[in-house]
């Protein structure tokens, strides 16, 4: 079985920072591409970011310049570290990964229990 857990939220002032984190855990074999996604009060659940297993990186173009997406394999964690955060970026970040665990069957794609972020104006 594999959870991922995020961690890091919370409620910031506009302008101000916030890092978030993600752990995963289980019988891992291979992590492949990792991300983040944001929903907002009554939304849908929109792409944040994502990270390839290779490092490249892509970003909604509401937080390119903003916010930056990293990863630690030998952890197996992705980060999410959010700058100049605006009211617009409140919501529940969750956090997502397409996963090989170690049996026969191939990889797939888990979510996080999510972790709330709140920007006050």
């Known amino acids: 079985q594999v959870q991922l857990v995020e961690s890091g939220g919370g409620l910031v002032q506009a302008g101000g920072s916030l890092s978030l984190s993600c752990a995963a855990s289980g019988s891992i074999y291979r992590i492949y591409n990792m991300g983040w996604y944001h929903q907002a009060p009554g939304k849908e659940r929109d792409l944040v970011a994502t990270i390839t297993i290779g490092g490249s990186t892509n970003y909604a173009d509401s937080v390119k310049g903003r916010f930056t997406v990293s990863r630690d394999d030998a952890k197996k964690m992705v980060y999410l570290q959010m700058e100049s955060l605006k009211p617009d970026d409140t919501g529940v970040y969750y956090c997502?990964?397409?996963?090989?665990?170690?049996?026969?069957?191939?990889?797939?794609?888990?979510w996080g229990q999510g972790t709330q972020v709140t920007v006050s104006s």
């Open positions: 997502n990964a397409d996963i090989k665990i170690i049996s026969p069957l191939p990889w797939k794609n888990y």
